[in-house]
């Protein structure tokens, strides 16, 4: 991977600064792309760059691509790893406020079609690339009073086959990664959520213990990499075995 330009999305923290540290060790330069303290975070990775961008705007993701190129010549692979989840509050569905909905949606998935709309034509210029989207396990399980946000991540499953099946002719990989809850810093900001959720969950595993960012950081460095290359469409989950799929 080495020489690779990785932008990652939502790396400022948490499983996506995991992910940037990963990849950077593997060789990869790194991009992080976030909303708050994408510079600060970028200046720990060698000749990183950093953009602040909501990548649920348009014209913020036509900017970060249009500046990555600049800086960088080139986009090889996308980690779409920005979305909103330990603030939401758990809920019966029909409690949602449509404005919630409609945000977490603009957030976890239309995000993903705007960066991978983005992206794509800079890799096929250039001979192809890697997309891996991250999504969660709880689509997979049908976790309840989390409709919108279960919801959002079971579309991304569906928004990688539809793409991987689209983007195959141009040498386009795209994947998915599914985590289990993970002891984030975006979690462990929300002492309410991991009271709720942090024992159901190591206990529903078949590898006790909890969850962190960097059980994460394997799988999408793979996908990242040249092992991976007869890989796409396919969704990854990793939550110590709560999960088979």
């Not at 600060?40 to 993701?61: H, L, M, Q």
Request: net charge negative.
């Amino acid at each position: 991977m080495q020489g690779k330009v990785a932008i990652v999305t939502g790396a400022a923290q948490g499983i996506g600064r995991a992910i940037a540290e990963g990849l950077s060790a593997a060789g990869a330069r790194i991009v992080v792309a976030d909303l708050h303290g994408a510079e600060a975070a970028a200046s720990s990775f060698p000749d990183g760059v950093g953009i602040t961008a909501d990548v649920a705007n348009e014209e913020d993701v036509r900017r970060l691509v249009d500046e990555v190129v600049d800086r960088c010549g080139t986009i090889d692979i996308l980690v779409n790893n920005a979305g909103l989840y330990a603030s939401l509050e758990m809920r019966p569905f029909d409690q949602i406020p449509l404005e919630e909905w409609r945000q977490v949606m603009d957030v976890n998935v239309a995000s993903m079609f705007l960066t991978c709309r983005g992206v794509v034509p800079v890799m096929r210029e250039h001979g192809g690339g890697k997309i891996v989207n991250i999504s969660s396990g709880t689509p997979f399980r049908g976790v309840p009073f989390l409709l919108h946000y279960v919801t959002s991540k079971g579309a991304i499953v569906a928004f990688t086959r539809a793409l991987a099946k689209e983007l195959g002719k141009d040498n386009v990989l795209v994947n998915c990664v599914a985590p289990g809850f993970t002891m984030s810093a975006g979690v462990e900001a929300h002492p309410e959520v991991i009271e709720k959720l942090r024992d159901v969950s190591i206990s529903a595993r078949t590898i006790q213990r909890d969850q962190v960012p960097d059980d994460v950081v394997g799988a999408v460095v793979f996908l990242c990499g040249p092992g991976s290359d007869f890989i796409t469409g396919q969704s990854m989950v990793i939550d110590g075995g709560q999960t088979f799929h």
